[in-house]
Nanobody
């Protein structure tokens, strides 16, 4: 079974940057995609970003476009998200997920495997 482990969360000031990593225990293939979701305190889960493993195509939630960048290292079965210009509203637990679809999906239902989450806190 696929295991995903997130790392890189922490406390940063508004305007700062943080990079999250997610390492998968299995080999990602051209039939896979990986993405990031987040859940802020008192709010429902929301999509953040995703990347396909074949072409590296990406998609982003409107709230993070221009600030966050998702990338992958196929050799390491790892996905990253570089988060710049962080805002207090970005505070959330960030979850990495893997999907068995060959595109960058924003659909929660497409994701079959989930990490434990890593806390990101942005202070004012």
């Amino acid at each position: 079974q696929v295991q995903l482990v997130e790392s890189g969360g922490g406390l940063v000031q508004a305007g700062g940057s943080l990079r999250l990593s997610c390492a998968a225990s299995n080999r990602m293939t051209s039939n896979n995609g990986m993405g990031w979701f987040r859940r802020a305190p008192g709010k429902e889960r929301e999509f953040v970003s995703a990347i396909s493993w074949n072409s590296g195509s990406t998609t982003y939630a409107d709230s993070v476009k221009g600030r966050f960048t998702i990338s992958r290292d196929s050799a390491k079965n790892t996905v990253y998200i570089q988060m710049n210009n962080l805002k207090p509203e970005d505070t959330a637990v960030y979850y990495c997920a893997a999907a068995r679809v060959a595109y960058a999906s924003s659909r929660y239902a497409d994701y079959n495997y989930w990490g434990q989450g890593t806390q990101v806190t942005v202070s004012s």
